[in-house]
């Protein structure tokens, strides 16, 4: 047992460190809403990592990995999360990636991984359908097969960002009398610039446009865009929920977040004292801390596992769980810490034409309400938290 | 001991209930509240002729004679349609001010307008830097003459941009946070020197930042006694939260019923969730939470006339208990609904808005829990 950072590894910090300070791009700052983000902003980081050779650090170095040990990838994870850096998104690089260069044919590493690695594909995913969500293996899509193509059917929902997306993976159902409902899914590649494929934004509760409505009618895929076996496409979709999962903990960010919650209530007063002089709040403070604590020493644990050759498995479920959960702790005390400046609905304030001369509240209240609401979403997607505690109820317990 | 309401009471109830169902359908006040003026003018005059504005007061100021009760039935039935029209700025507080501390002047000129539906009030005590203490003041009030110079920002007044008259807390002596030396003023908005910025609030209301920028007003501006209004407003504040929590549990019923009945509607692995043990059981946890929000609400509202102490705890335990509870019921709501609960489209959504803001007006859990162990 040690959890020190040897010199190499220290030396792999400073060398990163040097890396983003000198080459991430300065003008996105310090960005709150993702959803305000453009197409460019989103793949600016991406494009410079994709050039150094840093932007798929987990996969395979014959796929272009950088070959760390999962401590150095911790390591880079913490240092993007100091500058609140803008990740390259993981439905490329987290979840069709590894789909693909797994069990994906040698022509569709050679097709699609480059432009993963580049941030010069966009890529969305196609799972959930309006009835079917927690029940995933319920979905109703089709893909028949037609000489040469797959004709797809179907409707999607919460496909996050895919207004930008080049390509999409959906799972679509290709055998309707298999005995079990996950034995007749296919994970198929679609162009989303396929005539017959709509994608229609779904207006959220803070006001953004961050996931949609896909609908896919009589769209025409090649039949070498399925991937692995057909009828086989639940073992992958399993496969990238387990990878989507670990991801999902976001230590690095919450530690950065923790760290902004301090530094609002030592703005914020009580009584004329900084608000985190308030015992109160401290002691709140403090036990996300140490519920924070606790989540990065698993997710460590986990990554040893995973360095000693374990996959990430059923316990990838409790970093998801907790680790949502103190997103949304995070985004509770921030709420309280602004008071009664949460109130204001910054997105009508933005579009007005009024005087900045009198600007309304400070600047870290800006997205502190609208965050708490979006950030709702994290129990619910990616397996909701009960899915993930029935994953671990019959993988864990055996029950 | 008696729960139960008087026939009138009942009637009333009856009455606001059919008017928000058949009036303020859920269509409808999305329309009002993404309207520019974003609040219907109209439902205010039917609420005027309806004898609603004038429910909490007595008889001799034209009133109906009734009181916090009836506030409380009203704004349970606006908290279920999640109704956005000023009651508690222009009824609870402004006319709670003038109940207790106006002069027969005062009462003349504004009461009855208030009671007519011809003027709306805001009431404008929140600061930048106060956080939930009515004495933590900037704004001042200086003696000028017969009158006084009004100097200070107000923030986040809630439905100030509908308002034609605002209640202000200055402060006339002591220093920020002396228990001594605030005051409350009747202003015109449209006085010189008042700058307003308006916008929306994310549970769809409208608000505005206020700067007084050397306000002049008159002496008889001064409602109460000058320097000694710190008791005048906890007593108000104290109505104004027994009305927010009744607003808040009208929101959390219809918030638990509506998951209730997705749970029985949604299906997935071949049956409705409502069947799964796990839901079942946090939403007879939402229930609980609500039916004792129900409960410390009925006792906050009963106490608002007992001895000074009792009422500020008992509406301190209400605000700790309905904020609470408005934090379970509707984090839960959003959960159970799954991805459609976090999406513009279903209610559910803005309930838990609602119920979120709720948390952060006259006080947090944490400032009436402080307030009441200060109590103990």
């Not at chain 2, 959003?334 to 999406?343: D, K």
Request: proline letters at 4%.
């Amino acid at each position: 047992m040690n959890l020190e950072f040897t010199p190499e590894e220290q030396a792999f910090r400073d060398e990163v460190r040097a890396f983003i300070e000198e080459n991430y791009p300065k003008h996105l700052g310090d960005v709150g809403l993702r959803e305000d983000l453009s197409r460019e902003d989103f793949l600016a980081w991406h494009k410079v990592l994709g050039e150094k050779g840093w932007s798929v650090p987990a996969w395979p170095v014959e796929y272009g990995g950088t070959g760390w040990t999962p401590t150095q990838r911790y390591i880079w994870s913490e240092e993007n999360a100091r500058v609140n850096a803008i990740m390259p998104l993981p439905f490329g690089v987290s979840m069709v990636g590894p789909v693909i260069y797994t069990f994906g044919s040698e022509e569709q590493k050679a097709r699609h991984l480059p432009g993963i690695r580049s941030g010069e594909v966009w890529w969305c995913q196609g799972y959930s359908e309006p009835g079917a969500g927690s029940d995933l293996a319920s979905l109703k899509t089709t893909a028949v097969r037609d000489g040469d193509h797959y004709v797809i059917n179907g409707q999607k929902t919460w496909t996050t960002l895919a207004q930008y997306a080049d390509w999409g993976f959906f799972l679509c159902r290709t055998d309707p009398d298999a005995a079990k409902p996950q034995e007749g899914i296919s994970f198929i590649l679609v162009d989303m610039k396929s005539p017959g494929v709509e994608v229609k934004p779904i207006k959220l509760l803070d006001g953004g446009y961050e996931v949609n409505e896909t609908w896919l009618t009589d769209v025409r895929v090649p039949v070498e865009n399925l991937v692995g076996e057909e009828n086989k496409g639940w073992t992958y979709a399993k496969f990238l929920l387990a990878h989507e999962r670990s991801g999902i903990a976001g230590v690095a960010r919450s530690k950065r977040g923790v760290e902004k919650l301090r530094e609002i209530a030592a703005n914020e007063t009580l009584d004329g004292e900084p608000l985190i002089d308030d015992l109160d709040f401290a002691r709140k403070v403090s036990q996300l801390e140490i519920d924070l604590a606790a989540l990065e020493i698993t997710e460590l644990r986990t990554l040893a596992g995973e360095q000693a050759g374990k996959g990430p498995g059923p316990e990838s479920s409790i970093l998801k769980i907790k680790g949502t959960e103190i997103q949304q702790r995070l985004t509770e005390l921030t709420l309280e810490a602004v008071g009664s400046y949460s109130a204001p609905y910054y997105g009508s304030i933005a579009n007005d034409t009024g005087s900045n001369e009198y600007p309304i509240g400070p600047d870290y209240a800006h997205d502190s309400a609208a965050t708490y609401f979006n950030m709702r979403k994290t129990s619910i997607y990616g397996g909701s938290n009960e899915i993930q505690r029935n994953i671990i109820t019959k993988m864990i317990l055996g029950l | 001991m008696d729960f139960n309401f008087t026939e009138e009471q009942d009637m009333v109830r009856d009455g606001l209930s059919r008017l928000v169902r058949e009036q303020y359908d859920w269509e409808t006040r999305r329309a009002a509240i993404e309207s520019d003026a974003g609040w219907r003018p109209e439902i205010w005059a039917q609420l005027a002729e309806l004898g609603i504005l004038g429910m909490p007061f007595s008889e001799d100021v034209g009133g109906f004679g009734g009181g916090a009760i009836d506030a409380m039935i009203v704004m349970e039935e606006f908290g279920k349609g999640l109704v956005v029209e000023p009651f508690v700025p222009t009824v609870v507080c402004a006319g709670g001010f003038l109940k207790h501390a106006g002069s027969d002047a005062q009462r003349e000129e504004h009461l009855s307008a208030i009671i007519g539906g011809e003027r709306v009030f805001a009431f404008a005590y929140a600061e930048p830097r106060g956080r939930y203490d009515y004495a933590d003041l900037e704004t001042t009030a200086k003696k000028d003459g017969d009158g006084y110079v009004l100097n200070g920002h107000k923030a986040v007044v809630i439905g100030a941009p509908w308002a034609s008259h605002l209640m202000v807390t200055a402060r006339t002596g002591g220093d920020r946070r002396d228990r001594e030396g605030v005051s409350v003023f009747i202003v015109d908005k449209s006085a010189d020197g008042i700058v307003t910025r308006d916008y929306e609030t994310v549970d769809g209301r409208r608000a505005s930042e206020i700067y007084f920028e050397n306000v002049s007003v008159p002496a008889d501006a001064l409602i109460g006694e000058e320097g000694a209004a710190l008791p005048l407003i906890e007593q108000v504040t104290d109505e104004a939260i027994a009305a927010q929590c009744a607003e808040a549990c009208g929101a959390m019923k219809v918030a638990h019923a509506m998951t209730v009945e997705y749970s029985r509607q949604r299906k997935q692995f071949g049956v409705p969730i409502g069947k799964f043990q796990v839901l079942q059981h946090r939403m007879v946890d939402m229930y609980t939470a609500y039916e004792t929000s129900v409960s410390l609400t009925y006792l906050a509202t009963i106490k608002l006339d007992a001895g000074e102490k009792e009422r500020k705890r008992t509406a301190s335990a209400a605000k700790v208990g309905v904020g609470q509870a408005a934090r379970l019921i509707g984090q839960e709501a959003v959960q159970i609904h799954g991805g459609n609960g976090v999406t513009d489209e279903y209610a559910i959504g803005h309930y838990f808005k609602r119920l979120t803001i709720f948390e952060s007006e006259f006080g947090s859990v944490d400032h009436h829990l402080k307030r009441h162990v200060s109590l103990s």
